[in-house]
């Protein structure tokens, strides 16, 4: 079963342009990541914001979080073709040791 | 840190034929975890290790699926009398500590004929 949901499933916008992709998720967490995955290779960590954080930037990535929503925003500035990748959110619930991943947002930043 | 390494890349196998994937995770992650992904989905949980010890294996593992992690150094899973339906990539990902970002290895893709 997949506990987050990523919005939008695709995200098609020109270098230059900032990106932003949504995740909802269904239970209590300790924690949220953001992974990014290139076609046919494995998935790379991008972020990890805890459960008691409503912010955290990394380099042109902004991730915020809403508990009382349970959403999460992942905000990409000034995009790169090189960003061209599907991003994921990936929940590790209370109570759980393992970590659930969403569907995922295609992103294509067209040069 | 030389990354998670899983073996083979790719598997083309008939149906009915068993397989079994290799994991090799970054040398002082004591989590290990294997994932399954399927074109257009997001990986999908299948079982955990702490150490040499499986924590966790997911409801929707058939008894046709195994994993073992023995001396908690490398894993396998096995996937015995393959079907179309395990036509997937095989991830898996290893981390130090509960919280910690995961370390994905580049997938096996396994295509049943």
């Known amino acids: 079963s997949q506990q987050g949901e990523e919005d939008p499933q695709a995200l098609s916008i020109q270098e230059g342009e900032n990106a932003t992709m949504n995740c909802s998720y269904k239970?209590?967490?300790?924690?949220l990541q953001w992974y990014r995955q290139n076609s046919g290779r494995g998935l790379v960590h991008l972020i990890l914001i805890r459960s008691n954080e409503r912010e955290k930037h990394s380099g042109r990535l902004r991730v915020t979080l809403d508990t009382s929503k349970k959403s999460s925003s992942l905000l990409i500035t000034a995009s790169r073709a090189a960003d061209t990748a599907s991003y994921f959110c990936a929940t590790d619930a209370v109570g759980s040791e393992k970590l659930v991943f969403g569907k995922g947002t295609k992103l294509t930043v067209n040069p | 840190d030389t990354g998670v390494s899983q073996n083979p890349r790719h598997k083309i196998t008939k149906r009915g034929q068993n397989v079994t994937f290799r994991c090799d995770p970054i040398s002082e992650h004591n989590r290990l975890y294997w994932y399954r992904q399927t074109l257009g989905q997001g990986p999908e949980f299948l079982t955990y290790?702490?150490?040499?010890?499986?924590?966790?294996k997911s409801r929707l593992l058939s008894d046709r699926f195994s994993a073992e992690r023995p001396k908690g150094s490398f894993s396998t899973l096995e996937i015995q009398r393959t079907e179309q339906g395990d036509s997937a990539m095989y991830l898996c990902a290893s981390n130090i500590e509960i919280d910690s970002p995961l370390h994905f290895g580049n997938g096996t893709r396994l295509t049943v004929t």
């Open positions: 239970t209590s967490i300790n924690n």
């Open positions: 290790f702490q150490n040499e010890a499986q924590l966790e």
